[in-house]
């Protein structure tokens, strides 16, 4: 009998806040949200003065992004549990949000 694979225990957000609103990307790993935030400075630093900061490694690049943006952006990396409902029994009622109530 095959093994039956281990379900998803979270997903990992990609959270940046721009001048623009904020942009989120989730993903399955921590290290694909953290690649993710790499690539959006990456993909904007000319902006924030990219010849000073071409040679940055990818981690110095996260963990300075805000003082390089001048505190006008933010990158965050954020676990959220996955809850398994079809497991759990539920505290919460339905409620009908169709257009006919």
């Given at each position: 009998m095959p093994a039956?694979?281990?379900?998803?225990?979270?997903?990992?957000?990609?959270?940046?806040?721009?001048?623009?609103?904020?942009?989120?990307?989730?993903h399955t790993t921590e290290d694909g949200a953290y690649n993710q935030c790499i690539q959006w400075a990456r993909d904007t630093l000319e902006d924030w003065g990219g010849d000073l900061y071409e040679n940055i490694s990818d981690a110095e690049l996260f963990s300075n992004w805000t003082e390089i943006t001048g505190?006008?952006?933010f990158f965050e990396v954020?676990?959220?549990?996955?809850?398994?409902?079809?497991q759990q029994k539920s505290d919460t009622q339905s409620v009908d949000a169709s257009e006919d109530n």
């Open positions: 039956i694979p281990k379900r998803q225990q979270s997903v990992y957000l990609a959270k940046w806040d721009h001048k623009h609103g904020q942009d989120i990307s989730a505190y006008n952006e954020d676990e959220l549990p996955l809850h398994d409902d079809g």
